[in-house]
């Protein structure tokens, strides 16, 4: 299997600020990684696929890269509406394995 | 735009099977993967698996040996069966389509609103 490693597990963070958030995988997944965003009590949503590329709909804050084993996701200038649990997912094997998560929080 | 909507019981007994079907609405059904993904209370997310249109699936190795998934065309819905469960399956079903995003990036991008599933006697 193809483990998923993000950290931190917990982050805090003000509005206006730059985040990032890694992902790592145990061995190379080129770019075959997405990025989803999950709110309390709802279904996640997908922020960023083929590791940089922006969903549809998406605002333009967020921002992936990496290739290989080491990714990140970027948020810049966070709003109110930032603050969630965001999760890496490799699609390079199709034993699609998650990340545990990253819990951003307002400080 | 497609919608996804999980039902089932939300009850089961330990040893018991859990059986789960997602429909479908509002979108082609055909040429996608549908899968079932899990949540329990307050941890992350756990990939079940897939199955295809043509009926073909592809389960999460270490699920392997107790799901069933099965699709039905021409009702728009697919299922999920997980044979003996414990309280370790205590958890909030998401029923989800796979697609390929530049050509070959399999994507999570619809998801149903998920079902909690309790097991307990």
């Known amino acids: 299997d193809i483990q998923m490693t993000q950290s931190p597990s917990s982050l805090s963070a003000s509005v206006g600020d730059r985040v990032t958030i890694t992902c790592r995988a145990n061995q190379s997944i080129s770019n075959y990684l997405n990025w989803y965003q999950q709110k309390p009590g709802k279904a996640p949503k997908v922020l960023i696929y083929?590791?940089?590329s922006l969903q549809s709909g998406v605002p333009s804050r967020f921002s992936g890269s990496g290739s290989g084993t080491d990714f990140t996701l970027t948020i810049r200038s966070l709003q109110p509406e930032d603050f969630a649990t965001y999760y890496c997912q490799q699609s390079y094997s199709t034993q699609y394995t998650f990340g545990q998560g990253t819990k951003l929080e307002i400080k | 735009q497609v919608q996804l909507q999980e039902s089932g019981p939300g009850l089961v007994k330990p040893s018991e099977t859990l059986s789960l079907t997602c429909t479908v609405s509002?979108?082609?059904?055909?040429?996608?993967?549908w899968s079932w993904i899990r949540q329990p209370p307050g941890k992350g997310l756990e990939w079940i698996g897939y199955?295809?249109?043509?009926?073909?699936?592809n389960y999460n190795p270490s699920l392997k040996s107790r799901v069933t998934m099965s699709i039905d065309t021409s009702k728009n819905q697919f299922s999920l069966k997980l044979s003996s469960v414990t309280a370790a399956d205590t958890a909030l079903y998401y029923c989800?389509?796979?697609?390929?995003?530049?050509?070959?990036?399999?994507?999570?991008?619809?998801w149903g609103q998920g079902t909690l599933v309790t097991v307990s006697s």
């Open positions: 989800a389509r796979v697609s390929a995003y530049s050509g070959n990036h399999d994507v999570f991008d619809n």
């Open positions: 509002g979108g082609s059904f055909s040429t996608y993967y």
């Open positions: 199955v295809f249109y043509s009926g073909s699936t």
């Open positions: 083929a590791a940089s």
